[in-house]
Antibody, heavy 118, light 110 residues
Framework: QVQLQQWGAGLLKPSETLSLTCAVYGGSFSNYYWIWIRQPPGKGLEWIGEINHRGITNYNPSLKSRVTISVDTSKNQFSLKLTSLTAADTAVYYC????????????WGQGTLVTVSS | QSVLTQPPSVSAAPGQRVTISCSGSSSNIGNDYVFWYQQLPGTAPKLLIYDDNKRPSGIPDRFSGSKSGTSATLGITGLQTGDEADYYCGAWDSSLSAGVFGGGTKLTVL
């Protein structure tokens, strides 16, 4: 049973960079894509992007200019960086597992609330 | 504005059946599989249905999925108070080359 555990700073200022990491325990790391999703307070889900073990990525076009997703296969971890933050980036950020070019399946992180405020 | 369209809310009595619709286009639902998720308050979404109509192990057969053209439907029978949650549909959009979700539907079990 795969488990995803995520961490990162929860309070950031406008213009700063968000940085989150997700560690994967159990199951294969190389057979899947690893996904970031966010959910603003009281709103729906937004797909941010995904990466596989070779570093192949797909990004949401609306966020692509500010997003970088990277992978560390030696640690079975993947990370999200989102630059030039504004209040609109305030959300719960989730990491999840997928099979590539599909929505996420089973295996989600616990979520991290990131608040952008001066 | 979400790429996939869901009703904001639905409601039904315990024991009854409810359906939640998800409308998209030829570049997402009409071209690829639909996934459905249940999100209880304060928790991460949980996969209910994948590949239009398949249930992961452990998901009761009270939950079902179907698709026709560019629309999909989640059905829940034998409603229980524990089914009160937000439900989301998701798909891959080949025009965006990105995952997309519906805006979510809040289910109330009266």
């Amino acid at each position: 049973q795969v488990q995803l555990q995520q961490w990162g700073a929860g309070l950031l200022k406008p213009s700063e960079t968000l940085s989150l990491t997700c560690a994967v325990y159990g199951g294969s790391f190389s057979n899947y894509y690893w996904i970031w999703i966010r959910q603003p307070p009281g709103k729906g889900l937004e797909w941010i992007g995904e990466i596989n073990h070779r570093g192949i990525t797909n990004y949401n076009p609306s966020l692509k200019s500010r997003v970088t997703i990277s992978v560390d296969t030696s640690k079975n971890q993947f990370s999200l960086k989102l630059t030039s933050l504004t209040a609109a980036d305030t959300a719960v950020y989730y990491c999840a597992r997928g099979v590539g070019r599909h929505p996420p399946g089973r295996g989600w992180g616990q979520g991290t609330l990131v608040t952008v405020s001066s | 504005q979400s790429v996939l369209t869901q009703p904001p809310s639905v409601s039904a009595a315990p024991g009854q059946r409810v359906t939640i619709s998800c409308s998209g286009s030829s570049s997402n639902i009409g071209n690829d599989y639909v996934f459905w998720y249940q999100q209880l308050p304060g928790t991460a979404p949980k996969l209910l249905i994948y590949d239009d109509n398949k249930r992961p192990s452990g998901i009761p057969d009270r939950f079902s999925g179907s698709k026709s053209g560019t629309s999909a439907t989640l059905g829940i029978t034998g409603l229980q108070t524990g089914d009160e949650a937000d439900y989301y549909c998701g798909a891959w959009d080949s025009s965006l080359s990105a995952g997309v979700f519906g805006g979510g539907t809040k289910l109330t079990v009266l």
